[in-house]
């Protein structure tokens, strides 16, 4: 039986025009990248689980492999729940490609949602430092996956990614003439980017690959 998918909902931050006039004006490197990439913006979709689920799928592999390996897993329940997956066979986890170690992972995160270990419903009143602690709590999600889905799910607006490779690499290119850069130089340059870190952040990441990063 074919998986049934409920329809992608794309939904775009309301904050986004005010976050790029504020940004073109606190920053000259933003006020030269945001007017290239014309409408394009963040865009969130998915549901909560799936977007946890899809990103311990991808964690260590091409994002190729990793769509494939999604792919083939999708395919295992009726629909993508927590409930359902914790209903699935570990056989059938590892032929879609999963590790041992990734199987664990995502056990762990569908009884951290099934028993509602996560207040997923509360999340909208919590700060981000709050969601933050209480994502790592689950195995396989560490700091920098729990500040992705900050921006790529919940749309905070001020999320500053210092693990991200890609960020500390774009503000290298950016800002440093390609130097290397520590945190602190990272954090320094970022500053005037508050309340839009998030914004400024997804900029910084075009500068390197113009395709939008989903999850």
Not at 19 to 32: F, P
Not at 129 to 140: D, H, K, P
Not at 173 to 189: I, P, T
Request: aromatic share 10%; glycine share 6%; with cysteine.
């Amino acid at each position: 039986m074919s998986a049934s998918f409920p329809p992608i909902v794309l939904a775009t931050p309301a904050y986004w025009e005010e976050a790029c006039k504020h940004l073109s004006k606190k920053d000259r490197v933003l006020k030269r990248l945001i007017p290239q990439f014309g409408d394009a913006c963040l865009q969130s979709r998915g549901d909560a689980f799936t977007t946890l689920a899809r990103s311990i799928v991808g964690q260590q592999i091409s994002v190729k492999a990793a769509q494939t390996v999604w792919d083939r897993l999708a395919k295992l329940p009726r629909r993508m729940s927590a409930g359902n997956v914790l209903k699935l066979k570990v056989d059938d986890m590892q032929a879609a490609g999963l590790s041992a170690r990734k199987i664990e992972y995502l056990v762990d995160l569908a009884l951290h949602f099934d028993s509602g270990a996560v207040h997923a419903e509360a999340w909208a009143e919590m700060s981000d430092e709050e969601i933050i602690a209480e994502l790592v709590g689950i195995r396989g999600i560490g700091r920098w996956t729990a500040e992705m889905f900050l921006i790529f799910h919940l749309m905070r607006p001020n999320v500053l990614p210092l693990d991200d490779i890609g960020l500390i690499n774009g503000i290298s290119k950016n800002y440093f003439s390609g130097e290397a850069v520590s945190r602190s130089d990272a954090r320094e340059v970022a500053a005037p980017w508050a309340p839009f870190c998030s914004v400024a952040t997804w900029y910084i990441w075009r500068s390197l690959d113009p395709l939008p990063v989903e999850y």
